[in-house]
């Protein structure tokens, strides 16, 4: 059974930095391509961008490149975020998954991005 829990949320103003971490267990986690989606209040569900098994490969939405990095430790089933250079529009609850609807994702941690 998959489980995610994500964490590292929080406010920071714009320009500012965090970082999410997202703990998998139930599954093998180097197994498998990992996303992160979001979903700020009142819109649809956004996929932010995702890693292969390997690191090798690593995609993001356009409105992400060059600010967020996402990373992945697999003996640790951890999965990471950096986002950089925050803007308002990131606001929104932050979800890791198993694909780019958003399957398994936990409860998702908060992101508000506000001076």
């Known amino acids: 059974q998959v489980q995610l829990v994500e964490s590292g949320g929080g406010r920071v103003q714009p320009g500012g930095s965090l970082r999410l971490s997202c703990a998998a267990s139930?599954?093998?986690?180097?197994?498998?391509?990992m996303h992160w989606v979001r979903q700020a209040p009142g819109k649809e569900l956004e996929w932010v961008g995702y890693i292969s098994q390997s690191s090798k490969m690593i995609y993001y939405v356009d409105s992400v490149k060059g600010r967020f990095t996402i990373s992945r430790d697999n003996a640790q089933s951890m999965l990471y975020l950096q986002m950089d250079d925050l803007k308002a529009e990131d606001s929104a609850v932050y979800y890791c998954?198993?694909?780019?609807?958003?399957?398994?994702r936990g409860q998702g941690t908060q992101v508000t991005v506000s001076s």
């Open positions: 139930g599954f093998t986690f180097g197994d498998l391509w």
């Open positions: 998954a198993i694909d780019r609807l958003g399957t398994g």
